[in-house]
């Protein structure tokens, strides 16, 4: 095969990677800056050139066929090589430049992250960063993301990374709002309360605490329910009842008096209780601006 042959092939072999990413002509175009029957004129080269079909189409999605799965499969392995040389060459560039895409929690992301970014832009003038706040499990290679912050007791398998500090959350109300409702004694007593939950699921409005051997399960209801973090601290302050906060969010509260914790001695658990982990892909060779990133952020959060 003469080498021009070779290069179309290897080009062809990263356009048919991406359709099956994607699931789509028109999405892997737009990515890749192409019109879409550059795409489809790819995939058809590339299916005459190895004798196969690859893709299966209907008027809904794509399908790959069985030997599809195999060439994408070997496909699939030459591009993260492809990448791994390119991270590797910039890895070697001293003066280390381009985007750092960052993906947080919310909270995370604003109470954490976001406040050390300006410090981070000046110290690196060629270094940009784009931070993503999301509260699901997004994925990190298809998504193309370099740092993934996640809240979990056990970091997903195929992923490295490093634990930067433990994540716990307390409740807490407004003095004005227990001296006028009463401070609870005893978890069962907020059955009593106006508590403000996280709302995403009937599992949020069933608080699970914890003292020593002892657990328990208490429903619980309220007027006001919010899935962001510092929107349940600001009504707390404003006295609408009891919130459960990370506590990395209410401290700052708790030291000003704006409001005070609730049931201190007992631990307070979620879905979002755990260590909070810096992530990237398993890779030898890591690029310069992520690890400067990573090396900053573990400055500013480590233990």
Known sequence: MSSNKHIGLMQDMAIFVSVVKTGSFSESARLLGVSPSAVSRAIKQLEQQL??????????KLRLSETGRTVYERCLQLDDTAREVLALCESQDSSARGVVKVAAPKAVAHSLIH?????????????DVHLVLDDQALDLIEQEIDILFRITRQPPQGLIGRSLMPIAHVLCASPEYLSRRGTPNHPKALTQHSCISLGENDADSKWRFRQGESRLTVPVTGRYRANHSRVRLEAAEQGIGIASLPVFVAEAGIANGSITQVLPDWEFETAYTGDLWMLYPATRHIPAKVTLFADYIMGKLGR
């Open 115 to 127: 406040p050390y970014v300006a410090e981070f832009l000046s110290l690196y003038p060629d270094i």
């Open 51 to 60: 004798g196969v079909c690859l893709l299966q189409r209907t008027t809904r």
